[in-house]
Every structure is written in structure tokens, then in C-alpha cells.
Nanobody, 125 residues
């Protein structure tokens, strides 16, 4: 069992920045792919970014590439999502998720094993 707790959401103006953080317990990030997903009202949950286990390979959705950056700290068991140049369309609840290595596609939410409670990000125009 892995417990994930997100923090760092809030209200920001368009063009601003936020950093989301996900703390995992226990600190076993090297055994998991860690992903960030988001869900806006009336929309399906969508992939945002992921970082793979100890190799720290990173992947991004096209909609956030160049603006968002994901980083992981295996020692502390944290995964951060740095969000820059935020747009109103980035408004959503953001979720951290963990997928056991080898489980399957990192882009599919249903293949993740553990989820955080979510944190709201609101970008005003």
C-alpha cells in the first residue's frame, strides 16, 4: 500500500506559476512510475506528466510540454510538478498517482495502482 498526499494547489493568474508536490509513504518511488493527472469539471481525467522509477525518465502531455516540469526525489519520496505560463485551460483538480513498474502504459489512468486525494488548481484570466 502506498499513500500519496498532494499539496501546493491554489489560485493563480494566467501566466503565473505553481508547484505541486506529492509525498509518498513509504518512500518507494524507485519501484514505481509516478504520474500527474488532472480532471476539469465535466471532462475525463487526463494525463499530464510522468516520471519513471529510478531512471527518472520523464514524459509530458503535448498540452503542457515546455511549460510544466516533473521531478522526483527518491530519497525523500516526493514528486513535484512545476507549472509555468499557466493558462485558464489548466484549471482542474490535479492528482498524483503511482504505478508499479512494468504494469503497462504510463499514459492510462486505469493502470495506476494508487492515487492521492487531489489538489485544486485554478487559473484566472
Amino acid at each position: 500500500q502506498v499513500l500519496l498526499v498532494e499539496s501546493g494547489g491554489g489560485l493563480v493568474q494566467a501566466g503565473g506559476s505553481l508547484r505541486l508536490s506529492c509525498a509518498a509513504s513509504p518512500r518507494t518511488l524507485s519501484a514505481y512510475s509516478m504520474g500527474w493527472f488532472r480532471q476539469a469539471p465535466g471532462k475525463e481525467r487526463e494525463f499530464v506528466a510522468a516520471i519513471l522509477g529510478g531512471a527518472m525518465l520523464t514524459y509530458y502531455a503535448d498540452s503542457v510540454k515546455g511549460r510544466f516540469s516533473i521531478s522526483g526525489d527518491n530519497a525523500n519520496g516526493t514528486v513535484d510538478l512545476h507549472m509555468n505560463s499557466l493558462k485558464p485551460e489548466d484549471t482542474a483538480v490535479y492528482y498524483c498517482a503511482a504505478q508499479a513498474l512494468g504494469r503497462g502504459s504510463i499514459f492510462q489512468s486505469y493502470l495506476y495502482d494508487y492515487w492521492g486525494q487531489g489538489t485544486q488548481v485554478t487559473v484566472s484570466s
